[in-house]
């Protein structure tokens, strides 16, 4: 069976901080991968997808970058953390075509202070 | 770009009673999905439609999917503390899903 990791699960982090959140999946091969990003009490903002190893695509302008090093790891960085980047990331992984459906992670929990 | 409105953004249900929640997109879709958040924990996949007028069940749940698949409801009978949580429609076209901004439901035991 399928499994998505995230790690860590909670992070905070001063203002102008590094990030690395990093997402793994196993049981399945060439996934389609997403990041999101959902603020306290608000919807899911799409933030990266990806298709393929090397292949992203941003969804907002931000100060956040993504990248798919293998075919079932993406991760999500920043070079300078900002306050609004607080919130929580979410992960999650869809086989490629079909229904589409998304599995998500068990998320991150970012406080930037 | 595609838009999902889901409303009401919050409901506020006594045990026992009924509610709907609404999905509306600005373009039609290939399918749509609903997703279940519980307080602290990550959405999780609930169903699919695809069908233009669709209707499915699980067990006190009934999601339909409009005829010009461009809308979509959830509707829960006999609300239950178990169905507190917030529920996400969620709109696909393509290699992405465009989700709403979700219906947060509290119950009043």
């Known amino acids: 069976s399928q499994t998505i990791h995230q790690w860590p699960a909670t992070l905070v982090q001063p203002v102008g901080s590094p990030l690395s959140l990093e997402c793994t999946v196993e049981?399945?091969?060439?996934?389609?991968l997403y990041w999101y990003r959902q603020a306290a009490g608000r919807g899911l903002q799409l933030l990266f997808y990806?298709?393929?190893?090397?292949?992203i695509s941003s969804e907002v302008p931000q100060n956040l970058s993504a990248s798919r090093p293998q075919d079932r790891q993406f991760i999500l960085s920043s070079k300078k953390l900002l306050l609004s980047d607080s919130g929580f990331y979410l992960c999650?992984?869809?086989?490629?075509?079909?229904?589409?459906?998304?599995?998500f992670g068990p998320g991150t929990r970012l406080l930037v202070l | 770009g595609q838009q999902v409105m889901q409303i009401p953004q919050y409901q506020h249900v006594q045990e026992g009673e009924d509610f709907t929640t609404y999905c509306n997109s600005s373009t039609t879709l290939s399918n749509i999905q609903w997703y279940k958040q519980r307080p602290g924990g990550h959405p999780v996949f609930l169903i699919q439609l695809v069908k233009s007028g669709e209707v499915k069940k699980q067990k006190r749940l009934t999601f339909q999917f409009g005829e010009a698949k461009k809308n979509s409801s959830l509707h829960i009978t006999a609300t239950q503390t178990t169905d507190v949580g917030t529920y996400f429609c969620a709109g696909s076209n393509d290699y992405k899903l465009s989700f709403g901004a979700g219906t947060t439901v509290t119950v009043r035991a």
């Open positions: 990806s298709v393929g190893i090397g292949q």
């Open positions: 049981g399945t091969s060439n996934p389609n």
């Open positions: 999650a992984w869809s086989v490629t075509g079909g229904k589409r459906t998304q599995y």
